[in-house]
C-alpha cells in the first residue's frame, strides 16, 4: 500500500519522529503510524490552501472529539444507555416521569450509566433519575438551549459546537438507545440510528422506542414505517426487527438486558463476521440456526471457532467462545433475529 505522507522526504522523516518521541511510552507502534498520518492530514489541509474556515471546522471538531474520548475513557467497562428525547416536555409530564424512571430502573438495578444531551425536558428527567454519579451530558452548544440540565455533573459533561461531533459520540459511546417522544431533533436520531443499523455502519444495539401508556406517539410512527415504508418497498418487514417498543420502564430494560444476555460484541475478521458470545451454541443449536438463517449466510455455514489471529493480536475478548459467517452485510434485521435466536439460547431468557 502507498504511504501516506506529503511527499517531502525530509519532512515525513521529521514528521515521523516526531510522532515517534511525543507518542506516550508503550503504545502500539501501529498508533505511531496513525499519529503519523493524522499530523500529515492536517499539513494536507494547509498545502490544499484550505480556508481558515475549514480549518477552523477541522480544529475544532478534532477537540471536541478528543476531550469526549477522554471522558468516555475512564468508564469504558461499564455498559451505557443513551436516552434521546424532546426538550420541552415538562415535570408531571407522563412521558418526563416515565424517563426519569427508566433511567433510575437503568442505574439501581441493571449498574448502566445513562447519557444525554444534557438540555432540559426529557434530557433532564433522564440525568436526575440516574444520578449525577451515574450519568453523562453530551450537550449542543445553542443560542436558545446553552447551559446543561442542573442534573449532570461537570466532570462527565461535554460541550459541542457540532451536531455530527455530537452524533459520532453517541453512537460510539453506547450500548443501547432509549427514545422517548420528541421533535425534529428526536426524530432526526431515531432515523439516523435507524439507518447505521440497517446499513451496517455501526454495530446492532438494542433500540427502545418509549412512552407513556396511551400518549400514542411511538404507535403513530409504528403505523407510518408499517403502513408505507414497508408497504411501499421503502423498507422490508424484517427491518422492524431493529427496533422494540415498550410503555413500560421495566420492559424497556428488559429488552435491553435481554439483547445481552448472550450476545456480546461482533467484529469482522476479513470477509467473516465473527459474533462474540456468552455461552457456547451446542452442535445441535448451530444446525438449528442453520436451518433457519440460511438466506443471510453467503456461502458456507454458521460455525463455530475459537478466537482469530487478528482478534489475538489486539487481545480482543480472546476468553469468549464466538460463531463465524459470512454475512451477506445487507440483512441486517435478520442478522438481528440470529442475534435474538442466539439469546434465547440461555436459560430463562426465551421469547
Known amino acids: 500500500m502507498r504511504s501516506y505522507r506529503l511527499g ?13 518521541v511525543a507518542t506516550a511510552a508503550g503504545s502500539d507502534p501501529e498508533d505511531v503510524d496513525l499519529i503519523t498520518e493524522m499530523i500529515v492530514t492536517v499539513l494536507r489541509l494547509q498545502r490544499d490552501r484550505a480556508d481558515r474556515g475549514d480549518l477552523k471546522l477541522v480544529n475544532t471538531a478534532l477537540k471536541e472529539m478528543r476531550y469526549a474520548f477522554l471522558v468516555f475513557s475512564q468508564y469504558r467497562d461499564i455498559p451505557k444507555v443513551t436516552v434521546f428525547g424532546s426538550a ?20 439501581e438495578a441493571r449498574r448502566w450509566m445513562v447519557v ?9 428527567a433522564a440525568n436526575k433519575g440516574a444520578g449525577g454519579e451515574y450519568s453523562f451530558g453530551v450537550n449542543i452548544r445553542l443560542p436558545f438551549e446553552a447551559q446543561a440540565n442542573a442534573y449532570v455533573d461537570d466532570a462527565r459533561l461535554i460541550n459541542f459546537k457540532y ?25 432526526d436520531e431515531a432515523y439516523e440510528l435507524l439507518t447505521l443499523t ?5 454495530t446492532l444495539h438494542p433500540i427502545v422506542l418509549i412512552e407513556a401508556p396511551g400518549t400514542g406517539y411511538w404507535d403513530s ?48 475478521v476479513e470477509d467473516r463476521l465473527v459474533l462474540r458470545l456468552r455461552h457456547a451454541p451446542t452442535p445441535a443449536d448451530l444446525e438449528r440456526l442453520n436451518d433457519e438463517f440460511a438466506d443471510i449466510v453467503a456461502s458456507g455455514a454458521i460455525e463455530a471457532i475459537g478466537a482469530t489471529a487478528a482478534e489475538i493480536a ?4 480472546v476468553d469468549l467462545p464466538r460463531i ?19 439469546n434465547d439460547l440461555v436459560p430463562g431468557e426465551g421469547s
Open 8 to 20: 517531502d522526504p525530509d519532512l515525513d522523516a521529521r514528521i515521523r519522529q516526531l510522532a515517534e
Open 88 to 107: 420541552r416536555t415538562v415535570p408531571g409530564d407522563p412521558n418526563y416521569e416515565l424517563a426519569s424512571a427508566f433511567a433510575e430502573h437503568m442505574v
Open 116 to 124: 444525554t444531551g444534557a438540555g432540559p425536558g426529557t434530557m433532564e
Open 163 to 187: 451536531f455530527f461531533t455530537r452524533k459520532l459520540v453517541f453512537v460510539k459511546e453506547s450500548d443501547a438507545f432509549a427514545l422517548f417522544p420528541g421533535g425534529f431533533g428526536t426524530q
Open 198 to 202: 440497517q446499513t451496517g455502519k455501526t
Open 221 to 268: 410512527w409504528i403505523d407510518f414505517v408499517k403502513g408505507t415504508l414497508v408497504s411501499q418497498g421503502m423498507i422490508t418487514l424484517d427491518d422492524l426487527s431493529l427496533f422494540s417498543h415498550a410503555t413500560d420502564a421495566g420492559a424497556a430494560a428488559d429488552e435491553i438486558a435481554r439483547f445481552y444476555a448472550n450476545y456480546h460484541s461482533q467484529r469482522y
Open 314 to 317: 489486539d487481545g480482543d475478548r
Open 324 to 342: 463465524a459467517l459470512h454475512f451477506d452485510r445487507r440483512s441486517l434485521g435478520r442478522l438481528r433475529r440470529l442475534i435474538d435466536a442466539l
